[in-house]
């Protein structure tokens, strides 16, 4: 995030990780690991992992996404747990803390994973004011999608939701992404179904 030279990882147990960015020591490996195939038909001994510089456990199950904040040096996690959180890198790059978070609020019927976020996207627009916001998009495993303004900390509103009238209520929100077309913004986002 924030240029700086880090990489934020999310791990299936919750984890957190802020590694330094070698960006051409890693592309050096990529040429000395796989031939023109993509296999790896190389020795690896003499390659180590990094070691990182951060380790925390953030989420309670998988971390589901790690999304860069497009106007500071912090970044997002977001995870099975139904959680959001705001971090910010310390600028040794050796400590995390959370500056904002929250949490999901399914629907009652969504039953026992109603509030397991599934993906995620963070889109910058200018506000009504011009000022720059970041605004945060949520996909669960039952279809439901939530939006947060990121900037302004504000609460997370329901913008669709599986219920009894929709022909396929048993989806999940697989991925969202977004795009400009005439200056305005589009949210798309992909089910399950």
Known sequence: PGGHGYIAAGLVDGTLRVFDAHFSEWAGRRLLLYNATGSCDRATT??????????????????????????????????????????????????????????????????????????????????????????????????????????????CDMLWENNENTASRNCSITAITHAKVREKIHIYACRSD
């Open 46 to 155: 003499a390659i180590t992992d990094e070691t990182p510089r951060v380790s925390v456990r953030a989420h309670d199950g998988r971390v589901t996404a790690v999304l860069n904040m497009h106007d500071s040096d912090d970044f997002v996690s977001v995870g099975y747990d139904g959680r959001w959180m705001r971090w910010h890198i310390g600028s040794d790059g050796a400590s995390l803390s959370v500056v904002t978070e929250g949490r999901i609020s399914p629907p009652i019927n969504s039953g026992a994973g109603g509030k397991r976020i599934c993906c995620a996207a963070i889109v910058r627009d200018a506000g009504k004011e011009g000022e720059d916001r970041n605004t945060l998009f949520l996909g669960t495993i039952s279809g439901c999608m939530y939006r947060l303004c990121l900037s302004k900390g504000g609460g």
